[in-house]
Nanobody, 117 residues
Framework: VQLVESGGGLAQPGGSLRLSCAASGFTFSRYRMSWFRQGTGNGRELVAT????????TYNDSVKGRFTISRDNAKNTVYLQMNRLKPEDTAVYYC???????????WGQGTQVTVSS
């Protein structure tokens, strides 16, 4: 099982980045996918979640209206489009997969997002 994030980097305040998470080794279309983030000195927080069928999406209040989660089950990939970035969005962003059974939980290695002028 692998979750490989990409697309992180440095962005200016007000800018945009698009994160991708490529999944392999499990039946991606059966899993609920999420993005978490962890800033320096902070705990890991849930940013956004998308259901396996793409019918339901939820967002942390701090990113509502700025971030959009999406998925392409044909490509086994989940995305996070981040617009109007703020310095407080600076964090390591992690891809997370959760299946039906409690043991079906997987994490990516994380990608750094830094928002700074």
């Amino acid at each position: 099982v692998q979750l490989v994030e990409s697309g992180g980097g440095l962005a200016q305040p007000g800018g945009s980045l698009r994160l991708s998470c490529a999944a392999s080794g499990f039946t991606f279309s059966r899993y609920r996918m999420s993005w978490f983030r962890q800033g320096t000195g902070n705990g890991r927080e849930l940013v956004a979640t998308i259901s396996s069928t793409d019918e339901h999406k939820t967002y942390n209040d701090s990113v509502k209206g700025r971030f959009t989660i999406s998925r392409d089950n044909a490509k086994n990939t989940v995305y996070l489009q981040m617009n109007r970035l703020k310095p407080e969005d600076t964090a390591v962003y992690y891809c997370h997969a959760r299946g039906f059974f409690a043991s079906e939980v997987y994490w990516g290695q994380g990608t750094q997002v830094t928002v700074s002028s």
